[in-house]
């Protein structure tokens, strides 16, 4: 018997059991009736997304329609599709979608400010799913549910079916279909959960910019009195741990929008990396792992289901999907004042960047934009030293629009509110890896602390010559050889080499952003050699 009834018809589906908005219960019920999951010792669902244990981007595509094209960044990021191959996408998945005796709804919202909220529907076979995405977007309330219609964006999940590759501009059997026109999102030959979150923050990286507001990829907290922070940073700087701070009020773990009055979460729970998770490291998202959240990808003990944290032979990317409220400091509503600070985490596996800099409103558009990161050898098959990853405004594969756009309104935004923007370097120091030493944790958060209470932006500093960052020479907490990379390293020469090497990786990365930014902006990148 459907739960919550509706009525799917208009979308060619026929399954007449519809579960709709069911519990968390309810949902932990049809998973392990169903074999595809189990309850971890903890009391979350631990499951697998199959093949694929992360996101396809070379496989997402965008319709390129009419009202839409002169907007998008067309190119590897986005792209095209025509409607035809759409039609014959959404067909296969809704046909797909219409042999399965049952189906789990998920109606909800993404974006906690009203006036900027978009109503999402997911449609999806499995109930693994429905509960991801129960605790990814905005709960409703019974009442909202009873009058919750014309969502703005659909997603038809048929993920264990995959695209025909003979399909005109297929590249394999997974594809993940966006239609801005049509509101749909449709997808096939992945079971990964992550697609139907970040497909959401798309279609968020596309409306907001056409109404003045910034969408960004971070996370955010707050003081007792306040102040609000953001945090950017590529997958492995630290953005859920530094933003999940038991002193401070969690607004969101990765989703934002900054507007004429402040910010808000776009999501209504934290998807979390759960690899080398400890208690004593991550304790609020050690203890988030509870009954209603998701493990993805986990290696448990077939006996105990005790979950092995450091165990990463299914994939380094586990994960684990709670509601935001299973953080005991979350804030909700999930909204905002203007960011008093503005932190940009990067894993600098050459050892080169200070712990710590201040950054100019120009050289926050510039390393904005470039969204620096770097992969640590051995992670991949064939990497044997640091190689630099760049993905502009820190997400790259979910901008939709020019990376200048963002960067632009981040900028006018930045100088409206007074906002101070700091480059924080959580990767190695006195060496790159397997000469140097990665940076403690405890040293990180003492900046962050020092950053915080306002001592960090007076004190002494002194300028970086080959990237022109202005470091501080003092931090309660941090050894001041630490601060300065170049009395880490010990070796003037070396250091020099080491760091005009990765000046010349941030101009060749930029060269294809010159013709959309001033050149005050350009000037504020590293020296060119």
């Known amino acids: 018997m459907s739960l919550n009834p509706i009525d799917l018809s208009q979308y060619g589906l026929e399954v007449e059991d519809i579960i709709r908005n069911a519990t968390p219960a309810r949902l932990y019920e049809y998973a392990i009736a169903d074999g595809d999951a189990v309850i971890a010792a903890s009391g979350a669902l631990a499951t697998s997304s199959g093949d694929k244990t992360g996101r396809s981007p070379k496989d997402k595509r965008i319709v390129d329609d009419q009202a839409t094209s ?6 590897d990021v986005n792209i095209r599709l025509t409607d ?14 219409n042999t399965r005796k049952r189906l789990f709804v998920f109606d909800g919202y993404a974006g906690w400010d009203q006036t900027h909220q978009l109503r999402v529907r997911v449609i999806a076979e499995s109930a693994y799913h429905a509960l991801f995405m129960n605790n990814m977007l905005i709960r409703p309330t019974a009442e909202q549910l009873a009058e919750f219609k ?6 038809l999940n048929a993920g264990s079916f995959p695209a025909n590759p003979y399909t005109s501009q297929m590249t394999s059997k997974t594809s993940i279909d966006l239609s801005f026109e ?3 999102l449709v997808i096939l030959g992945t079971q990964y959960a992550g697609e139907m979150k970040k497909g959401v923050f798309t279609v968020m990286n596309y409306l907001m910019p056409k109404k003045g507001v910034l969408s960004m990829h971070c996370s955010a907290n707050e003081s007792d009195t306040g102040e609000t922070t953001l945090f950017f940073g590529l997958s492995g700087t630290g953005k859920t741990t530094l933003s999940t701070d038991p002193r401070r009020k ?22 979390a990396k759960v690899i080398h998770l400890s208690q004593e490291n991550e304790p609020e998202i050690y203890q988030a792992i509870r009954f209603g959240s998701v493990l993805e990808n986990v290696v448990y003990d077939m006996g105990t289901h005790e979950v092995n944290y450091d165990d990463a032979s299914l994939t380094e990317n586990t994960r684990v999907a709670y509601p935001i409220d299973f953080i005991k400091r979350a804030k909700e509503p999930c909204v905002g004042g203007h960011p008093t600070n503005i932190v940009f985490l990067t894993c600098d596996a050459f050892g080169v960047l200070p712990p710590v800099s201040q950054l100019t409103p120009e050289q926050a558009m510039y390393h904005y934009i470039s969204g620096y990161t770097a992969k640590v050898a051995g992670t991949e098959v064939g990497v044997t030293e640091p190689v630099a990853t760049f993905s502009a405004c820190f997400g790259a594969a979910f901008l939709v629009w020019h990376p200048s756009k963002y960067a632009e309104l981040l900028a006018e935004k930045m100088r409206e509110n007074n906002s101070r923007a700091w480059l924080v370097n959580t990767g190695w120091t006195g060496g790159g890896v397997g000469i140097g030493k990665r940076i403690r944790l405890s040293a990180t958060r003492a900046i962050i602390d020092a950053i915080h209470d306002g001592t960090l932006g007076n004190a002494p500093m002194r300028t970086e010559s080959t990237f022109g960052l202005q470091v501080p020479t003092e931090c309660a907490g941090v050894p001041q050889d630490l601060l300065w990379p170049q009395n880490a390293w010990g070796d003037d020469e070396a250091y020099a080499t080491a760091s005009q090497r990765l000046a010349d990786l941030f101009q060749q990365n930029f060269v294809k952003y010159e013709g959309g930014v001033t050149p005050v902006v350009l000037a504020a990148g590293p020296n060119r050699s």
């Open 250 to 271: 969690l607004i969101g773990d990765d989703e934002h929008c900054w507007t004429d009055t402040g910010i808000f979460n776009i999501e209504g729970g934290c998807y």
């Open 150 to 155: 014309d969502p703005d964006l659909v997603i």
């Open 182 to 184: 049509h509101g749909e």
């Open 70 to 75: 002169e907007d998008i960044w067309w190119g």
């Open 84 to 97: 035809r191959s759409f039609a014959i996408n959404r067909q296969r998945a809704i046909d797909y979608l």
